[in-house]
């Protein structure tokens, strides 16, 4: 699990002191980290309707009153694993991008992003992909509202990809050898849908076997 604390907004209700500044870890902070990572290893062997919170009890070491203390419910337990792992993605991507100019770096540093994190959080990424619909009303919103914002930087960073192809057709572009407006735009076109969308040479038929459950997103 990521290292960034999942509650940056506390659980209503729960006595804290009023921040003042900019917030330390804590105490607090570090035991739930741990708790999370636990959990997330538990829904991921035995599946989060099979689990049990005494399952979450013996595996964290926390007793089953000490873990009413980080969260009231096992689905708000879900509900902090998601957005842990979410805003940490979301976070990581704004680092990388706030270093890149290049419309194509972008693109790559998105990708590279998604895929070290899942790589390196499988067990999180399976509860994300077979716990997706779990949770409902203000957890799942929540949630939603975050797949939302990663959604948005995906669907902006093709698209300034796009215009750029675009354009620059004026640093390039000869009407007396280069294609007329149609051409033009069907070759821009198969460049931008085919470099997306190909999945030929080697290890394609796995990935398209991997691919019966992609919206964890």
């Not at 570090?30 to 708790?35: N, Q």
């Not at 706030?98 to 998604?114: G, L, T, W």
């Not at 975050?146 to 009407?175: D, H, Q």
């Not at 294609?179 to 070759?187: I, K």
Request: proline share 3%; with cysteine; charged share 30%.
């Amino acid at each position: 699990m990521s290292s960034i604390s999942p509650l940056n907004s506390r659980l209503p209700g729960r006595r804290r002191k009023p921040d003042s500044g900019p917030r330390l870890e804590t105490r607090f902070d570090r035991r739930l980290a741990k708790i999370l990572v636990r959990a997330t290893n538990v829904f991921s062997e035995k599946g989060y309707a099979a689990a049990s919170m005494r399952d979450l009890s013996r595996a964290s070491g926390v007793s089953l009153s000490g873990l009413y203390y980080y969260f009231r419910s096992k689905e708000e337990l879900l509900y902090l694993i998601q957005k842990d792992t979410f805003t940490t993605i979301v976070a990581r991507l704004d680092e990388r991008l706030d270093e890149v100019d290049d419309p194509a770096e972008r693109i790559r540093a998105f990708i590279s992003n998604h895929l070290e994190y899942f790589l390196a959080n499988q067990k999180a990424m399976k509860v994300l992909s077979h716990e997706d619909e779990v949770l409902k009303n203000g957890f799942g919103n929540e949630i939603a509202a975050i797949k939302r914002e990663y959604y948005r930087a995906c669907v902006e960073l093709l698209v300034l990809s796009l215009f750029g192809m675009m354009n620059w057709i004026y640093t390039w572009y000869n009407p007396r050898v280069d294609a007329h407006a149609a051409g033009l735009a069907r070759e821009m076109g198969d460049i931008f849908l085919q470099g997306l969308g190909a999945s030929s040479g080697k290890g394609s038929r796995k990935r398209s076997a991997g691919s019966k459950r992609n919206d964890i997103f």
